[in-house]
């Protein structure tokens, strides 16, 4: 969804707020929160997170499980892959 004008006031998706608030990398930390407040992902407080719904639920979810693909070096990202966040 992108941001919509209302009576003078624009809003914003979270997904352009995060953007604005710290660019690309803030978009993919609230792409993994979400997931994981949705138990589709798991994050561990070392920093890794395992893919458990290897399927995305918008653009930016899908890049998050394609990154996981790449970065496991498997063809798909199967149900608990795991990977290294770029936040620790």
């Known amino acids: 969804k992108n941001g919509t ?3 003078g006031h624009f809003s ?3 997904y352009e707020a995060a ?6 990398r803030r ?3 609230l792409a993994l929160v979400s ?4 138990r589709r992902l798991l994050l561990a407080h070392t ?6 719904d290897p399927e995305g639920r918008d ?3 899908r890049s998050v499980v394609t990154t996981s693909r790449s ?3 498997g063809p798909r990202a199967a149900p608990g892959a795991s990977y290294r966040t770029g936040s620790r």
């Open 59 to 61: 653009e930016v979810e």
């Open 5 to 7: 004008a209302r009576r």
């Open 35 to 38: 997931m994981a407040g949705q």
């Open 71 to 73: 970065v496991t070096r």
């Open 27 to 29: 978009v993919a930390d």
């Open 47 to 52: 920093g890794w997170a395992t893919v458990v």
């Open 12 to 14: 914003l998706s979270l």
């Open 19 to 24: 953007f604005l608030a710290g660019g690309p």
